[in-house]
């Protein structure tokens, strides 16, 4: 038994020998690409001034087809910088670019192509096209290791700026933070990402962690003297002294913002400035004071056709303004401008837009995740082959009877992530489809039928992870797949939903209840309302989350309370 532990130790130290050696050769596969990109970017990419002959002589030990997919992207990025917006010809190039790459089969080259493309159409205000470039990227970046990436920091920050923009802040914060481990403390980039950590926790209102991440910002780039990210700092941090209601703090550091911004050329964070400050002035009925500095963030924004929903903000505001000094003239204006860029930014970034890509992407991040998760099991088959190769070599029979039982738990495991991942995409089916139908007591029938099933399948899943072994993994799984069974469950809020339709439907019989039987709890209406349009006592007790037991002995006090009109509560026409 000691010799086949032994045996055993041996074994596995070459593995991580193995593992360790394959790690370290990846990376340095990325490090001299990484370096040609970080060359160009350093001279401003006056370098690809160069045709791309001069520039393939340059790395003669290169792949000439991959050098050519940097030479395509970054060109194109070049052009996009020149001129600050979209343009035919940086699509053309990044287009051949992420085809070539795709040719290759390099995933390292289709995850950076894509991330800067799809940055490229977020940058210029259209994410709905920028939309399938992320969604590609994610699922690829999940099955990759993030130390395989090319430009690392660069890659996960743009996929985190998107994801952060359709208000997938999990996905944002995640990737924002993995962005860190692969940035040089102290640079530009550090601090920028520093900087983003606190905007996404402010905008799912962690005031206290965003703002120990703004002044981290500010500290830093005061620090290493990088003026416009300072600047920037004290424009977040204004939000925070705004929602504590100190308003001479948040105004201070907003003009501060603004005089560092102006005085190092950063027109866009001098506008952004602006809008909050105008914003605090309309807020401090300071009507003169707004309309100067909102007019000057105005000015700016309408020489780029991809700022239309700040302009849209800034015009909302002047209209206010307009308002309430009662100037028609002005107030007629501002009205006329807001219905043109309305067009504009309904189908950019505007609230229907973004609630289109929040539900899209919600639907394709769990498709390719039950694609990973299928790649997962056929990835486990082969190494089944594998393992057994080894363990015919090495004569090491405890090793074959280790990785059959482990891979067994595996299994049970990947069918497990799926058939949830399955459940999490039926429930955004089911909830998609009450939203995009008329609501009506038929169509609720239908879709709390849909819960029912999708309850039943969950708490079929949660026995058979009982009768697991208890690992600290399966109760992780089993408090998700509980969570997910509550999140099926009949909120107060789907309640109240689902009883104004039904008083809508059958305003007689409800008034009846409410006037014949006036000691109904809600406990009590939601059991016989459900029950009217009928649901069964198990499917009651299932949306409820309660015994069926629960539903009987209610059904039992109702009948012994109102036991001559007990029929009456529940057949009443």
């Known amino acids: 038994m000691q010799k086949s532990l032994g045996l055993l130790r041996f074994f596995f130290v070459i593995c991580l020998h193995l593992v360790f050696t394959l790690s370290v050769e990846a990376n340095n596969a990325a490090e001299p690409l990484n370096k040609i990109i970080r060359s160009y970017r350093n001279c401003d990419l006056d370098c690809l001034e160069l045709k791309f002959t001069d520039f393939k002589h340059k790395y003669p030990n290169e792949n000439p087809e991959v050098l050519e ?29 992420v085809t070539l790459a795709k040719k290759l089969k390099r995933e390292d080259l289709i995850i950076w192509t894509e991330t800067h493309f799809g940055f490229y159409y977020y940058k210029y205000n259209n994410p709905i096209q920028a939309l399938p470039y992320f969604l590609e990227t994610f699922q690829k970046i999940e099955n990759e290791s993030k130390g395989d990436l090319l430009e690392a920091e660069i890659v996960l920050k743009k996929n985190a700026y998107y994801f952060g923009s359709i208000e997938d802040y999990k996905v944002e914060e995640i990737y924002l933070k993995e962005a860190l481990k692969f940035s040089t403390p102290n640079s530009e980039n550090y601090t920028e990402i520093l900087n983003n950590l606190g905007m996404s926790y402010l905008k799912q209102n962690q005031a206290d962690k965003a703002e120990q991440y703004f002044i981290q910002t500010r500290d830093l780039a005061l620090q290493n003297k990088q003026e416009v990210r300072y600047a920037k700092a004290l424009g977040e941090l204004s939000k925070i002294y705004v929602l504590r209601n100190d308003f001479s703090m948040a105004q201070r550091l907003l003009l501060e913002d603004i005089a560092l911004s102006k005085q190092n050329n950063s027109d866009r964070n001098t506008m952004y400035a602006q809008i909050q400050l105008g914003k605090l002035y309309v807020s401090q009925k300071d009507p003169d004071n707004a309309d100067s500095v909102l007019k000057e963030a105005r000015n700016y924004v309408r020489t780029k056709a991809h700022l239309a929903s700040f302009e849209y903000e800034i015009t909302e505001l002047l209209l206010a303004i307009a308002l309430h000094k009662k100037d028609l003239i002005s107030e007629l204006h501002f009205r006329r401008s807001l219905d043109s860029l309305n067009k504009v930014v309904a189908l950019t970034d505007g609230d229907p837009a973004i609630d289109r890509l929040n539900l899209q992407a919600q639907k394709e991040r769990i498709k390719s995740q039950l694609e990973i998760e299928q790649t997962k099991l056929e990835k486990a088959s082969l190494l089944q082959w594998t393992w057994i190769t080894i363990s015919v070599l090495l004569l090491i029979i405890l090793i074959l009877i280790y990785v059959v039982y482990n891979r067994k738990l595996k299994l ?71 969570e997910l069974l509550e999140s099926h469950l009949m909120t107060q809020e789907n309640w109240l939903r689902f009883k104004a339709i039904f008083i809508e439907e059958q305003p007689d019989y409800y008034h009846y209840l409410i006037e014949k039987f006036p000691n109904l709890t809600e406990a009590n209406l939601r059991i016989i309302l459900l029950q009217k349009i009928g649901l069964k006592n198990l499917e009651t007790a299932q949306i409820l989350g309660i015994t069926l037991e629960a539903v009987k002995k209610a059904k039992q006090r109702l009948k012994k309370r109102y036991e001559l009109n007990y029929t009456d509560v529940f057949n009443e026409q």
């Open 69 to 97: 997919v940097l030479y395509l992207a970054l060109s194109a990025e070049k052009q996009s910088l020149q001129i600050d917006h979209k343009n035919n010809k940086s699509e053309i190039l990044y287009r051949k670019a």
């Open 412 to 482: 049970q495991g990947i069918a497990f992530e799926k058939n949830i991942l399955s459940a999490q995409l039926a429930k955004i089916q089911s909830e998609k489809k009450l939203h995009e139908t008329h609501a009506s007591l038929s169509s609720y029938k239908i879709y709390l039928s849909e819960k029912n099933d999708q309850l039943t399948k969950l708490e079929r899943e949660i026995k058979k992870l009982k009768n697991l072994s208890k690992p600290a993994s399966s109760r992780v799984k089993e408090k998700n797949l509980q």
